[in-house]
């Protein structure tokens, strides 16, 4: 049973930065795509960011220059580094396997307001 702890979220104003991290506890965590999602309240949960297991990245349109998905395999861990925030970024950010995903983490909060 994989554990993904997400960590990092809280309350900035428009236009500040976040930088969420992501434990797991999968073997072998390096060979997997791993990606950042979101769920506003009343939507669905989307994929925004991914990363493959050679370093490649793919961003949703909404996100493209503002957001850096990384990983750091010797830990175990992806990183989401959240620029320009907008109120619209707002919603649980959560982490998981870009593909099939694992059971899910608590996620964290990302709320931006002024």
């Known amino acids: 049973q994989v554990q993904l702890v997400e960590s990092g979220g809280g309350l900035v104003q428009p236009g500040g930065s976040l930088r969420l991290s992501c434990a797991a506890s999968?073997?072998?965590?390096?060979?997997?795509?791993m990606g950042w999602y979101r769920q506003a309240p009343g939507k669905q949960r989307e994929l925004v960011a991914r990363i493959s297991s050679g370093g490649s990245t793919i961003y949703i349109d909404t996100v493209k220059g503002r957001f850096t998905i990384s990983r750091d395999n010797a830990k175990n861990t992806v990183y989401l580094q959240m620029n320009s925030l907008k109120p619209e970024d707002t919603a649980v950010y959560y982490c998981?396997?870009?593909?099939?995903?694992?059971?899910w983490g608590q996620g964290t909060q990302v709320t931006v307001s002024s």
């Open positions: 998981n396997r870009a593909t099939t995903p694992w059971s």
């Open positions: 999968a073997m072998f965590f390096s060979v997997y795509d």
